[in-house]
């Protein structure tokens, strides 16, 4: 069984930095191209963030780029979000997500396996 678990999250001010933690257990994490989404209340899921199976490529929403950087230790099945600079607006639950192919893609529906979330709020 897949299991992914995000955590890391928390309060912070405005200003701050978070670093995310997403931990995959199940599957070998170099086969799977991963990605950072977050929701808000009312607001639909949003991707961020990208990053390839080898992590040699990565990509950014342009919310967060320059203040946010995706990283993947594949031998320890972990993926990271660093996230800098923060902003209220940032405030959301945060998702991370496995997708069964080598490259990105900025649609949740093409992402097979969903943690359940870390709770990021920013103060202002």
């Known amino acids: 069984q897949v299991q992914v678990v995000e955590s890391g999250g928390g309060l912070v001010q405005a200003g701050g930095s978070l670093r995310l933690s997403c931990t995959v257990s199940?599957?070998?994490?170099?086969?799977?191209?991963m990605g950072w989404f977050r929701q808000s209340p009312g607001k639909e899921r949003e991707g961020l963030s990208c990053?390839?199976?080898?992590?040699?490529?990565?990509a950014y929403s342009n919310a967060v780029k320059g203040r946010f950087t995706i990283s993947r230790d594949n031998a320890k099945n972990t993926l990271y979000l660093q996230m800098n600079s923060l902003k209220p607006e940032d405030t959301a639950i945060y998702y991370c997500?496995?997708?069964?192919?080598?490259?990105?893609?900025?649609?949740?529906?093409?992402?097979?396996?969903w943690g359940q979330g870390t709770q990021v709020t920013v103060s202002s």
């Open positions: 997500a496995a997708r069964a192919r080598s490259y990105c893609s900025t649609s949740a529906t093409e992402f097979s396996y």
């Open positions: 199940g599957l070998t994490l170099d086969d799977y191209a």
């Open positions: 990053i390839s199976r080898s992590g040699g490529s990565a």
